[in-house]
Every structure is written in structure tokens, then in C-alpha cells.
């Protein structure tokens, strides 16, 4: 018989954890490194950035170092408890990161541009902005050419990574155990004929956490930046397994037939959208899914909860141009999900993100 060595069992628990705690924490020292850095030259090129935020008070800032300490306990504690294999919590682009940390650099001065220009809606002119709505044509965080080439989505993940201090990937993890739970109700359909789909997948993290756990079941993306899908697909590809289908379509115009997917999973959309687009979505996500079926949101804490981080929450659109974000944070996600058809809503909040998961009724 084949025994296969599996590194993890030969490490003991303990040392895991502190090489786990050692690399979040570079993660975050590197995240305060380059903000204090890019703050400081921002301040130095933009009139008046100064007035654009407010400071946080001691206490918002201690409260934020102790809710990203218990993100990451709960990380821990979830790969312990076998919701994700502890490999998942190491894994990270480093070639990638240091390709193009220093493209991320070069890209500052075109933000400082368009911050000092009030210009928010900057496309080269290669970028194709035919066919695209309205409200997606901006630059959300500044990115050069917003979600709409290469370059943009070469940048995405490590910016990411910089603006939460190393904390982006564990947030996306919070989705697999509601994932999880929520395909128990097919434990009787073969996994492969499960069908997943993640939308607004951009560069393809969270559906690369996905395959991680369910490495048989039906995977699909769906994205409006093309450029995006291209960045997911290099992702997605470096492992063996099935390549998740990719397609680029609107979250309000879902190309699949109704209650197509036993579970849809969507980080980090829904403070991009404008309000109508919001409830669009939710309803063509409620359209799609299976009776019996789940929808997980995940997107940014909202005012009704996190009061604690109101500071953060005010600085955000205004420091990172997403205009769409303010409205977001008093908007009731429950009664759009609701007013689709979702039922049975349970909301939990995990730092700086927050998660909605609902069912489609039998
Ligand atoms: C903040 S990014 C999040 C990407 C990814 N889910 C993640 O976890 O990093 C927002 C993504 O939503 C996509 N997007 C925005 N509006 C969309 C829409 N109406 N339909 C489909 N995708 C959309 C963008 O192209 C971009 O990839």
C-alpha cells in the first residue's frame, strides 16, 4: 500500500501557529511600512491631502489591531477544525509581489494626478469602454485604467493586500465554512456535478480557496473586466485540478439558466455598485441559484454594526475614490435579499468584512 508524507503531520501544531502568526504579521509591518511611506510622499504631491480624512483616535486604531488579531485566530481555529487545510493559510503570490511591488510604486504618481486633477473616470486609450454600465466606468481605488487592463489587474491583489496589511485573503477564507455547511444539503449530488459560481470573481482568489476544499465540484467565475478573468485564469491554472469556467458577464445579467448552481459565493462587489445595481444582482443571483441553494456575500463592515470603525468607514470613499461606498454602509442588505426571495439570512462580521448568507427556499 502507498503511504503519502504530509508535511503538516510531521510539524508539530504549535510551531505552525507561530510561523503562521510570524508571516501575518510581515504581512501587516510591511502593509504600515508602505502606507506610512506612500502617505507621506502623497502629502508631499497633493495640496490639502491632509483635509481629505480624518485621524483615527487611539482607540478605533487599537480596536482595528484587535479585531484583525481575532480575524486571525478564527482563521487558525477554522483550519484546525478542517474547514480548510492549514497549507491554505501560507499560501501567497510571493513571485508575484515582488515582480510588481515596484510597478505598484511607479503607479503612485498617477494616482497623486488624479486625486490633485479630481479626475475619476482615467482610461488609456487602448482601454475598450464600449458595452460596459455607467457606474463600473471609474477609478475605483485610483487604479490606473480602473478594472480595465493588464496593468490594473497585474497591481489588484497586492494592493489589496497592502491596504488591509496582509488580512484580504483571511477575510475571503470566512466564506468556506458557510460554503461548506451550505452543500451539505447536496450531500446525496456527486461533487462533480455540484455547480459553484463566484461573482465578480476578479483576479480568482476566492475561487482558488474554493478548489482548494472542493476539489471535484463545478467551479465558474463571472467578471465584467476581461482583463481580470485573464489574471484569475493564470491563477487558477497553476494547479492540476479542473479549470473553473470563466466568463465575462454583468452580476444584473447572469448568462445561465434558472436555479442553475447549488451555491454562489461574491466578495467584495457589492460596495462597487450603485444602489440599483445592488438589488439587480441579488435578484439575478436569487434567479439562479437552486432551491435548496446559498448566496454568501462578503463586502465591507456597515455602520449598523461596527460604529467602533465609523472613522475608517467615513475615510475609506474619500481617500480611495469609491463612490458608491457611503450609501453602502446604511444600506440593508437583509431586506434586498429578502425582497428577492432569500430567506433564512444570517449575518456575521470578521474585521474589517462582513457576511451575509442566505438560502433559496425548497
Ligand atoms: C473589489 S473587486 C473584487 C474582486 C474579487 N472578488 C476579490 O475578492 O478580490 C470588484 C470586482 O467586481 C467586478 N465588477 C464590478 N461590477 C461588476 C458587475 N456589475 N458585474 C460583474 N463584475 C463586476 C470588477 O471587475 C472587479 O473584478
Same mark, same amino acid.
Given at each position: ?237 497553476? &494547479?492540476?485540478?479542473? @479549470? ?6 454583468? #452580476?444584473? +445579467?447572469?448568462?445561465?439558466?434558472? !436555479?442553475? *448552481? ?66 453602502? &454602509?446604511?444600506?440593508? @442588505? ?6 428577492? #426571495?432569500? +430567506?433564512?439570512?444570517?449575518?456575521? !462580521?470578521? *474585521? ?11
Amino acid at each position: 500500500m502507498q503511504s503519502s508524507l504530509n508535511i503538516e503531520q510531521l510539524i508539530p501544531e504549535s510551531l505552525t501557529q507561530t510561523a503562521y502568526q510570524a508571516f501575518q504579521q510581515g504581512k501587516a509591518l510591511f502593509g504600515l511600512a508602505h502606507k506610512n511611506m506612500s502617505n507621506r510622499l502623497t502629502r508631499l504631491f497633493v495640496p490639502n491631502w491632509e483635509k481629505i480624512g480624518q485621524p483615527l483616535s487611539k482607540e478605533e486604531f487599537d480596536q482595528l489591531q484587535q479585531g484583525r488579531i481575532q480575524l486571525l485566530e478564527t482563521d487558525w481555529k477554522d483550519a484546525q477544525e478542517g474547514v480548510y487545510p492549514t497549507s491554505l493559510l501560507f499560501e501567497n503570490p510571493w513571485n508575484e509581489f515582488f515582480l510588481y511591488y515596484p510597478a505598484v510604486l511607479l503607479d503612485l504618481p498617477l494616482s497623486w494626478q488624479k486625486i490633485r486633477d479630481r479626475e475619476y473616470q482615467n482610461f488609456s486609450s487602448q482601454v475598450e469602454q464600449d458595452g460596459y454600465p455607467n457606474y463600473y466606468l471609474q477609478n475605483f481605488h485610483y487604479q490606473t485604467d480602473g478594472y480595465l487592463s493588464d496593468w490594473s489587474a497585474n497591481l489588484y491583489d497586492l494592493q489589496v493586500e497592502l491596504l488591509f496589511n496582509g488580512t484580504a485573503d483571511p477575510m475571503r477564507r470566512r466564506i468556506l465554512k458557510p460554503l461548506k455547511k451550505g452543500l451539505n444539503a447536496f450531500s446525496d449530488v456527486l461533487p462533480k456535478q455540484i455547480r459553484v459560481l463566484d461573482v465578480a470573481c476578479g483576479t480568482g482568489r476566492s475561487l482558488k480557496m474554493i478548489r482548494t476544499v472542493f476539489p471535484k465540484v463545478s467551479l465558474f467565475g463571472a467578471d465584467l473586466s476581461p482583463a481580470y478573468l485573464r489574471k484569475a485564469n493564470q491563477l487558477l491554472s497553476e &494547479t492540476p485540478e479542473e @479549470l473553473p469556467q470563466l466568463v465575462q458577464a454583468n #452580476g444584473e +445579467e447572469l448568462p445561465y439558466q434558472d !436555479n442553475y *448552481f447549488h451555491a454562489l459565493t461574491s466578495v467584495f462587489l457589492f460596495h462597487e455598485l450603485p444602489p440599483q445595481a445592488r438589488q439587480n444582482v441579488i435578484e439575478e443571483c436569487f434567479r439562479v441559484t437552486k432551491p435548496g441553494g446559498i448566496f454568501i456575500i462578503c463586502d465591507s463592515i456597515q455602520a449598523i454594526d461596527s460604529p467602533q470603525f465609523q472613522t475608517s468607514m467615513d475615510n475609506f470613499p474619500k481617500m480611495f475614490h469609491e463612490p458608491y461606498y457611503k450609501h453602502y &454602509t446604511t444600506d440593508n @442588505l437583509v431586506e434586498r435579499l429578502e425582497k428577492a #426571495g432569500f +430567506e433564512n439570512i444570517d449575518v456575521e !462580521n470578521h *474585521f474589517m468584512s462582513k457576511y451575509w448568507v442566505a438560502h433559496k427556499p425548497v
